[in-house]
């Protein structure tokens, strides 16, 4: 790690700590040849490769804003969709995979979207499953009610 003020090849760590979501380490270094402190932030890239081939660092603010369309007039906060961003990061990076298919974060989303709105979900879904007729959705408004049944 270069110092940022004198460009110096070495720095000490002098603390490490991780951050309140577990997402990432603070480091406090030093440099020995200025005496000047900096901090550094350290993340696990987690790439998500799309049906298209391509692939790219995930990004939660990609999931709010998915999310945040299908709450378009809805009674959703935008604490509830930052809420939902986290949870569905978490679960994503639980998984411990370097890797994950854009197909399994459309999963981790249908399920704490479905807790959020049922509105938002039936939306969600409908893009997300492809919902091509009115049975597609009748389907899917029966495995809700079974499932609420229980």
Do not use: N, W
């Amino acid at each position: 790690m270069h110092c940022p003020f004198c460009r110096h090849p070495d720095t000490r760590v002098v603390d490490s700590r991780s951050t309140e979501d577990g997402g990432a380490i603070r480091r406090r270094r030093t440099c020995p040849e200025c005496g000047r402190r900096f901090t550094t932030q350290e993340t696990v890239l987690l790439m998500v490769s799309k049906r298209s081939g391509v692939t790219e660092a995930f990004s939660r603010d990609k999931v709010v804003a998915g999310v945040r369309r299908a709450c378009q007039g809805r009674p959703v906060s935008e604490d509830a969709l930052a809420q939902l961003g986290q949870k569905v990061e978490e679960s994503i990076r639980a998984t411990g995979a370097a890797e994950i298919p854009s197909h399994e974060i459309g999963l981790s989303i249908l399920g704490p979207l479905g807790e959020l709105d049922e509105v938002a979900y039936l939306r969600f879904a409908s893009v997300y499953r492809s919902f091509e007729t009115l049975a597609d959705f009748e389907a899917e408004i029966e495995r809700l009610r079974a499932v609420a049944g229980d």
